[in-house]
């Protein structure tokens, strides 16, 4: 009796040995796997190769990096759809885009070939509603002409109202 009492004892323990192996190695391979899942998402992100950042800078550095390609992709969709428009026979169109966090306002204007401004108007029309203009650009594609005027907020404080630009830029492109 004794002797089924070890040899149940020896069973035990030996299955207690191999269960403890066994997530041992579940646990290491685990471990291998989000090893390898990390290095390639850090070989996606743009990170300083000569600095050492610990895994969890090396997240929020790619979490960061995800969020800016998601917003360049809704910049590029929203540009696209302004792009399908035929603009030959209507009336030119004002995008207007303000963030809070930075003061910054981008302007971009789309027009047809039989509806022309003057830019140094709608420049005017900016400054005189506390904007600073930083840089321009302009495009002509076909019928269409695009520009696109970058400004920030003369006092961080009072920033820009958004809604007056708008209107006012209507009545000078109308």
Avoid: W
Avoid at 132 to 150: H, L
């Amino acid at each position: 009796m004794e002797d089924d009492q070890k040899k149940q004892a020896a069973t035990k323990q030996q299955g207690n040995n191999l269960a403890r192996i066994n997530r041992n190695l579940i646990e290491r391979n685990r471990r291998n796997h989000m090893k390898d899942l990390f290095s390639k998402l850090f070989s996606l992100v743009p990170v300083n190769q000569n600095s050492k950042l610990s895994i969890t800078e090396l997240l929020d550095q790619a979490t960061t990096y995800t969020k800016q390609l998601q917003e360049k992709v809704e910049k590029m969709r929203e540009r696209k759809e302004l792009l399908k428009v035929d603009c030959r026979n209507f009336e030119p169109i004002i995008n207007i885009k303000y963030s809070l966090d930075f003061n910054n306002l981008e302007v971009t204007i789309i027009s047809g070939s039989r509806k022309s401004f003057l830019l140094h108007q709608v420049i005017s029309v900016l400054e005189e509603e506390g904007a600073e203009v930083v840089s321009t650009t302009y495009q002509n594609a076909g019928d269409k002409a695009f520009y696109t005027i970058y400004a920030k907020a003369f006092s961080s404080r009072i920033g820009i109202e958004t809604s007056r630009v708008d209107e006012r830029l209507k009545k000078l492109i109308s």
